[in-house]
């Protein structure tokens, strides 16, 4: 079987078991979990097939035009090249990581069919968009990833959280949508075609007229796509969804999306010296303002959410410096660690009856009760924040070392801006700080808490556990053998460590967690002298149960999160007067309402009521006069023949006169 053949069967094969779960996730249940997992197991060993034979050091391309249209042509073709292969064997090994992880966390869910048919079809989507090799192909897996994202965020549509969630997600993910899919097409207008490589070659030649306008109006579908600055407000509040979910779309799709695009199309944004310089800043911000949130959220879930939208932020800096081989690296690593975290934090859930932290650290003994947890996430932050020698450290430097290389003005980084380099190097080291504290944060409310005794549910079922250790692996091996090798898979260019920002990053990141242990020595004393709500109602139950009560259930218990008493947390005593702005994404989802919504919907209401009150007002007006003329009209036709007859003969005589009137002059 050709290379090419294996590819387009990549995409399929989970396609394929999606369609088959939902015709047959009533008729016959018992073949849903091996629907699920096995088509996406499938796909996985061929995209490691593909990457193997691919080699990364030549590119596999075919096409062939679906329809005529007239116009730009499009075709339904194939590019993969050491990008392309080794992103799609990240989202085969994350989706079937979350696959099987499902089949013990939601086991007693209702709606596990949909659930699995759904997870098939996002991971078939990310697939189709990572393999693609036209624009327009591409952007159907990209709007099918935005709809299954809102049915999945969505799952536990029974809280209001999750039914707000799912609709948030999905509008401002096609508020970036419009913009990217007009820049789409003065692309292909201007490059004659929506292949990719023909694109590359048009931008190559200078045929491309607007490149700054054509790249803004594609990064705003990248910004909420991938959850950057200013559309990132929607992905912490996705996680109101299933835990397996936020892993996959954090870990392997959707987010991951926007930073493959523009890698893929980088000679695009490097045309423009002005894109370039805003990607940084939008990099930039989104750094450091969400690392910032990060370290004030009780939510165990987001806190990684944030982290996410964070560590995409070195992705796009790493563009943003024009190299797209550390953010590819980077985008690899954090996939391997960022769904072992999410998938963990499931665990943890499960285990304490609550998404709360500050809960969490009103219980001790939490860590014996989920040790595979408790292990597989202490490995997770290490590498999170970036301490070597996990995957972490070595993806973060990559990122860290090109933007060096831009303001010293050393390395292949002609391309690049200074100005980008002196951003996203400074942002970034700040961020290294602030990463390494939310994570020892994190890590010591959860594991090293005080009080009343953690519930034991016994052993975790095995589906969830092995999960977890096959994803450590990556997570501790993948940067130290993969920065000397990726190289050649990708552009060339050295990904390895360098001197200065290594001991910058990991000076600042090792004090960022001296200086968090040293607060929570300082607040935990407090912890027992502040009483908290009750966690979830059955914690005996399902992991899906107790997560969905876990979201129902925070607020009420806990309080407004960014003003609730608890001295306890070190997050409050670091940031100061700062948390409470910081713990609601410093009011962002605030000014969009002012900004945004509210306006909106003075607009609709000002419509409703002209409809209302002046349009309906005429159309009564004008049904009106007839139905007063057919009301005297009808009050003639008494039915009585003489009074017809005489009604007849007064009209006859009155035409008589009327006549003879004439007829004299009169």
């Not at 990549?10 to 979990?33: D, E, K, Q, S």
């Not at 860590?367 to 924040?385: E, F, K, S």
């Not at 070190?570 to 000014?591: E, S, Y």
């Not at 909106?600 to 209302?612: E, I, K, Q």
């Amino acid at each position: 079987m050709t290379t090419t053949t294996l590819a387009v069967l990549v995409p399929l094969l989970p396609f394929l078991g999606a369609i088959a779960g939902l015709l047959m996730g009533r008729t016959a249940p018992g073949f849903v979990r091996p629907l699920a997992v096995l088509p996406t197991l499938a796909s996985l060993a061929l995209a490691v097939t593909v990457a193997a034979r691919q080699g990364g050091d030549r590119a596999v391309e075919a096409a062939t035009e679906l329809t005529p249209t007239g116009s730009v042509p499009i075709e339904l073709a194939l590019f993969t090249d050491g990008f392309a292969a080794l992103t799609a064997v990240l989202v085969g090994v994350v989706a079937s990581c979350v696959q099987i992880y499902s089949t013990g966390y939601l086991r007693d869910d209702p709606r596990y069919p949909s659930y699995a048919a759904l997870v098939s079809l996002f991971t078939s989507a990310m697939l189709l968009v990572v393999y693609s090799g036209d624009l327009m192909v591409l952007l159907v897996g990209w709007e099918v990833m935005g709809i299954c994202s809102y049915f999945l965020v969505g799952h536990y549509w029974e809280t209001p959280e999750a039914r707000a969630a799912s609709l948030k997600a999905f509008l401002v993910t096609k508020l970036g949508d419009v913009p990217f899919l007009i820049g789409l097409f003065a692309l292909a207008a201007d490059a004659g075609s929506f292949r990719i490589t023909r694109i590359l070659g048009a931008v190559a030649n200078g045929d491309i007229a607007h490149p700054t306008l054509i790249a803004l109006l594609l990064l705003a579908g990248v910004a909420g796509k991938s959850a950057q600055f200013p559309l990132h407000t929607w992905l912490p509040d996705a996680m109101a969804g299933p835990t397996p979910v936020s892993a996959l779309i954090h870990a392997a799709t959707m987010v991951a999306a926007g930073v493959y695009f523009v890698a893929r199309l980088l000679p695009l944004f490097e045309a423009s010296q002005a894109a370039m310089t805003v990607l940084a800043v939008m990099a930039a911000v989104t750094m450091t303002g969400s690392a910032l949130a990060a370290l004030a959220q009780d939510d165990i879930k987001r806190v990684l959410a944030y982290s996410t939208i964070g560590q995409l932020g070195y992705m796009t800096g790493a563009l943003a410096v024009a190299d797209r081989g550390a953010a590819v690296f980077h985008l690899l690593s954090h996939g391997a660690f960022k769904a072992l975290l999410f998938l963990a934090a499931g665990v943890i859930i499960h285990a304490a009856g609550t998404n709360s932290l500050a809960a969490m650290s009103r219980m001790s003994g939490l860590r014996d009760r989920v040790p595979d947890a408790y292990w597989t996430m202490t490995v997770a932050l290490l590498a999170l924040a970036a301490i070597p020698p996990f995957a972490g450290f070595f993806s973060k430097e990559a990122v860290l070392g090109v933007a060096e290389h831009v303001v010293t003005g050393t390395g292949d980084t002609g391309q690049a801006p200074a100005a980008a380099g002196w951003i996203v190097l400074l942002a970034g080291l700040v961020t290294a700080l602030l990463t390494a504290a939310y994570a020892m944060r994190l890590w010591l409310l959860a594991f090293r808490g005080h009080g009343t005794e953690a519930p034991d549910h016994g052993r975790q079922p095995l589906t969830m556990t092995t999960v977890l250790w096959v994803l450590a692996v990556p997570s501790i091996a993948l940067g130290g053998l993969a920065f000397r090798t990726l190289p050649d898979w990708f552009d060339g260019h050295g990904l390895g460590p360098t001197l200065t920002t290594s001991v910058l990053g990991t000076g600042l990141a090792v004090a960022g967690g001296i200086v968090t242990y040293a607060a929570w020595r300082h607040t935990s004393a407090a912890a027992a002298r502040v009483p908290l709500g009750a966690v979830a109602a059955h914690p005996q139950g399902d992991a899906a149960r107790v997560e969905a009560e876990a979201i129902a259930t925070h607020e009420p218990a806990y309080g407004d999160v960014a003003h609730a008493p608890d001295p306890a947390d070190p997050g409050r005593l670091l940031l100061g007067p700062l948390h409470r702005h910081a713990a609601v994404g410093f009011h962002l989802d605030a000014v969009y309402s002012a900004l945004f919504v509210r306006p909106v919907r003075a607009g609709a209401s000002l419509v409703s009521f002209l409809d209302r009150e002046v349009v309906e007002t005429y159309v009564r007006g004008a049904g009106a006069l007839p139905r007063w003329l057919g009301a005297a009209v009808r009050g003639a036709q008494t039915g009585n023949v003489q009074t017809y007859v005489s009604a007849l003969f007064a009209g006859t005589v009155v035409l008589a006169v009327a006549v003879v009137l004439v007829a004299t002059g009169a």
